[in-house]
């Protein structure tokens, strides 16, 4: 338990100024972090949210991380799209399987459908919405990264857990002997 | 600089870099595979063709042969494999409709025989199926353990919708 006493000297010990300086520091390398993946994936092109659900096993079980990306290609049959419904939190990650493409104006209307689901998802859209239309869509899926999400998934579903690791970092960079 | 917590620190970012390196590896081993996949369908019956609800509907059994092996790396989970039905109609420029998917956990069943019914409804958007040319196109999506998914399809032209309601 040395290293217990010897935190809480540390702890004891610390200025004001020093206290200042430290935090700045750690708020610098956290900002850059961040300011390094906002720009990347600005860039790019891509978004890299979640899966949650289970509705697309085998192949996206919840806790991997996707790579989705948006270009002007139209959706067509297969595709794995990622979308919100109106007045959801959450988006859904399905495979497209209808389209209808009109003649005249080039509207195109959507149907998805989760693999591991029986029905297709008219269920989640809202109500008196048949079909989804591109603008709707958030990104198409173009990879992924399995086990990469459940640090996100966690911190989410139990909030108290971001407060410790905030808190436990910055004990650490605050008491740091450097 | 030897503190427990710096340790761990260290230990866990390069842990992590290394992982993020070895996955982009393997997405990257994926591009020198060529495939050479091959499917034949066959529509056996049209067992039924009547307007539901003002939109027509069909129902038929297919006859699906595949050889999708040569799909298959060592980076891959399992093949989506679907047929959709793509037509036109005087409305739409392009309609496709999924008739039937499976999953394709492991090279050793991606060489198969199917005879089935379509899994998924065959609804037009209105009432233009009497009479009307189709493609029935195979398409499969590679889904791998890591990294990039590949797609491609397959289209198979000249099927016909009888011209009557039956």
């Not at chain 1, 206290?19 to 906002?38: N, Q, Y």
């Not at chain 1, 049959?77 to 009109?102: M, Y």
């Not at chain 2, 980076?75 to 047929?83: D, E, G, L, W």
């Not at chain 2, 998924?120 to 990294?147: A, C, I, S």
Request: proline share 4%.
């Amino acid at each position: 338990m040395g290293w217990v006493r010897k935190t809480v000297d540390s702890v004891k010990s610390l200025q004001v100024k020093q206290v200042l300086l430290r935090a700045i520091s750690l708020a610098m390398v956290f900002t850059s972090g961040l300011i390094l993946w906002k720009a990347l994936m600005c860039m790019t092109g891509t978004t890299s949210p979640v899966v949650v659900s289970g509705s697309m096993e085998p192949s996206f079980k919840r806790g991997d991380a996707l790579f989705l990306y948006k270009n002007k290609d139209p959706i067509r049959a297969g595709d794995i799209v990622v979308f919100n419904v109106k007045g959801q939190d959450v988006p859904i990650v399905h495979r497209v399987i209808e389209v209808h493409e009109q003649q005249s104006n080039g509207e195109i209307k959507l149907l998805t459908k989760g693999d591991a689901n029986d029905m297709d998802d008219r269920f989640l859209y809202a109500r008196g919405q048949l079909w989804l239309k591109p603008q709707h869509i958030m990104g198409r899926a173009v990879g992924l990264l399995p086990y990469a999400g459940w640090v996100t998934i966690v911190m989410t579903e139990k909030p108290v857990l971001q407060y410790i690791l905030v808190g436990a970092v910055g004990l650490l960079f605050l008491t740091s002997k450097d | 600089m030897h503190s427990f917590g710096f340790r761990a620190n260290a230990v866990l970012t390069f842990g992590i870099t290394i992982l993020a390196f070895i996955c982009a590896m393997a997405s990257v081993s994926d591009n020198f595979n060529s495939p050479r996949p091959s499917a034949e369908i066959q529509i056996l019956n049209i067992n039924w063709f009547q307007k539901q609800h003002g939109n027509d509907e069909a129902s038929l059994t297919m006859n699906i042969t595949a050889d999708l092996q040569s799909l298959f790396t060592w980076n891959t989970k399992q093949v989506f494999v679907f047929i959709a039905a793509e037509y036109e109609t005087p409305k739409n420029a392009l309609n496709q409709v999924s008739l039937w998917d499976a999953i394709i956990p492991a090279k050793e069943h991606a060489k198969f025989w199917v005879q089935t019914a379509n899994k998924y409804r065959f609804v037009d958007q209105g009432n233009n199926l009497r009479g009307k040319h189709f493609n029935l196109t195979l398409h499969w999506h590679v889904m791998p353990k890591t990294g990039k998914m590949f797609a491609n399809k397959l289209v198979i032209p000249g099927y016909r919708l009888p011209e009557e309601y039956r």
